[in-house]
């Protein structure tokens, strides 16, 4: 299968040793791949290397695009890198708040990217935040509601629909369920389970949670000092793990 | 009646013959001859650029932010012996801001003034554009207050640079789509955003939206001075301006159920003013020149009734 994008000996340090190093790492379109591990692991650098919001001291960065070409995102200019991220990408932060406009309604907040993508039809533009709205099984009646009206969980939900209107081909997702109640996680891990198989776009979850990386990922990377210490396919690596951190941190969590 | 100049030729350096020397203790236009090449090269930049905010080291003015300083030193570093000086103030000129400016640079350049928009080569404006349609051989300066329409959006200076550098104007619009879903239309009265030769957002200054088609393909040169915030930005003449909208709610003008009850224009933008010691209320044109053009080619029998009770 030919990746989406592909990163190579990728490198960021952070005063000499935090950050990440020597990272070789495919994503595959239609596969969700978790990046696991602690924090200071390097998880973190990584996303922000991979999603273009950090520049790698070292290493390459490839996308495929739409028409089958292969660009060196390292070496695109700054209105196509932020051309990829406002309609190929989507991001979905950790904190609701800083993923969403809060003084605007919830239907502005998944008309945005459309907007700034050049659609200029409110009537249309509402009609797909409500749809939207209904794709990720919020009440679209509440569509003029100010994301402060919604709960920690409905507003991660508004975040993802949000960062789907545009149809992307790739989703970042930076602990996108921690923070929430217990039950709360598993119907927002089971609504992502429904959309990734829907939509087949490419995910990546950076998660410390490895039950998030059992229910979705296709795909594990385990990373540890800045490493990624072990990788496969998910039940493989949850199965048979072969490094000791590995072992130590499939142990630690109650099976699924 | 002097006639006006051609727009080019306000920018000749005054001589050292030249009468507006006399006075000893400014040089002509308040502003050093150095500090005026610095405007003009922002000038120049902001009119190859068209919208494009252009920033500028302002100086100094012997009046606070707030009053005009940004307009006020590209008047001094356009301005030239032989040209005309009108100032408007919320459409007057008669009003102490106006009154204030337009005496600042009669003793700054004794250049000549005048309040008839046909005989002014620059005309500096604070929250109108004059009524009477403007010439290629004049120049209109804007003074204002915010010239960044995301500013309110978006705090973070080096996140606006980039949003006007790639265009990325989402948020914005954001904003349009928030005023239709909570109030049914776009509730931006004045200083509504535009887009300047299908490129730059800008601000019109606060203007009324009943001037924004004014804006565009306006024969004349039109230059906007912020001076607190250290900016200057240009509509070259004959240049596209368009308004935010959607499609299926278009940019529209408020129309008046009245007309001016001094002059019976239909079509100018009118003010409610209290007209006497009694209360009474009329809508009047807010721009007094054109008001007072249009009562005095009006054949006597046709003139409305004077503002008396
Ligand atoms: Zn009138």
């Known amino acids: 299968m030919t990746a989406l994008l592909s990163g190579r000996g990728l490198t960021r340090m952070f005063d000499g040793k935090n950050g990440c190093a020597q990272i070789d790492i495919d994503l595959h379109p239609g596969e969700v791949t978790c990046i696991v591990g602690e924090s200071g692991s390097g998880k973190t650098t990584l996303l922000n290397l991979l999603s273009l919001q950090l520049r790698p001291d070292a290493g390459s960065l490839y996308y495929r695009t739409d028409d089958g070409a292969r660009i060196d995102l390292g070496l695109a200019s700054e209105i196509d890198r932020r051309r990829l991220m406002r309609t190929e990408w989507g991001f979905v932060r950790q904190n609701p708040r800083d993923g969403l406009l809060r003084d605007v309604s919830a239907g502005a907040n998944i008309s945005e990217r459309l907007m700034a993508n050049g659609a200029r039809h409110y009537g249309a533009l509402r009609d797909t935040a409500i749809d939207w709205m209904r794709k990720v099984e919020l009440d679209h009646g509440r569509v003029d509601d100010l994301p402060r009206d919604f709960s920690g969980g409905m507003q991660q939900r508004l975040q993802i629909a949000r960062n789907l209107v545009t149809g992307p081909r790739l989703l970042f997702m930076d602990e996108p369920t921690a923070g929430l109640d217990v039950s709360v996680q598993a119907r927002l891990l089971d609504l992502l389970r429904t959309l990734t198989s829907q939509l087949g776009i490419a995910i990546l979850i950076v998660t410390h949670d490895i039950g998030v990386a059992r229910l979705l990922a296709h795909r594990l990377l385990v990373m540890r000092r800045g490493r990624i210490i072990e990788t496969g396919l998910t039940d493989q690596v949850l199965d048979d793990p072969q490094q000791p951190y590995t072992q130590m941190l499939v142990s630690s969590v109650l099976p699924v | ?309």
């Open chain 2, 1 to 309: 009646m002097k006639s006006p100049c051609q727009w080019n030729e306000t920018v000749t350096l005054p001589s050292k013959n030249d009468a507006v020397f006399r006075n000893g203790d400014y040089n002509f236009a308040y502003l050093d001859e150095q500090t005026k090449r610095m405007i003009r090269r922002a000038l120049l930049k902001a009119v190859a650029i068209p919208g494009y905010q252009v920033p500028f080291a302002a100086r100094e003015m012997p009046l606070p932010y707030g009053w005009g300083t940004g307009g006020i030193q590209l008047t001094a570093a356009l301005i030239g012996p032989r040209d005309v000086l009108k100032v408007i103030d919320q459409g007057a000129d008669d009003t102490t801001n106006a009154v204030n400016i337009r005496s600042f640079f009669e003793r700054m350049t004794d250049v000549a003034t005048t309040t008839l928009v046909q005989e002014a080569t620059l005309i500096q404006t604070r929250h109108r554009i004059p009524e009477t349609p403007l010439r290629a051989d004049q120049i209109l300066i804007y003074q204002v207050p915010l010239p960044d329409p995301v500013s309110r959006l978006e705090p973070r200076g080096t996140e606006r640079a980039n949003m006007h550098a790639f265009g990325d104007y989402g948020l914005i619009n954001v904003k349009l789509y928030e005023d239709i879903a909570q109030h049914g239309s776009v509730a931006m009265a004045f200083d509504y955003p535009v887009i300047v030769n299908g490129r730059y957002l800008a601000s019109p200054s606060p203007i009324p939206k009943f001037d924004n088609p004014k804006l565009h393909m306006n024969p004349a040169l039109q230059l906007f001075g912020a001076g607190r915030e250290r900016r200057i930005y240009a509509i070259p003449p004959f240049t596209s301006v368009r308004s935010l909208d959607f499609d299926d709610h278009p940019f529209t003008i408020q129309p008046w159920d009245e007309s001016c009850a001094l002059c019976g224009a239909p079509d100018s933008f009118l003010e409610e003013m209290t007209v006497d010691d009694r209360g009474n209320r009329q809508h009047i044109c807010s721009d007094s020149d054109y008001c007072a053009q249009r009562r005095a080619t009006q054949p006597a029998h046709v003139r409305h009734q004077e503002a008396m009770p």
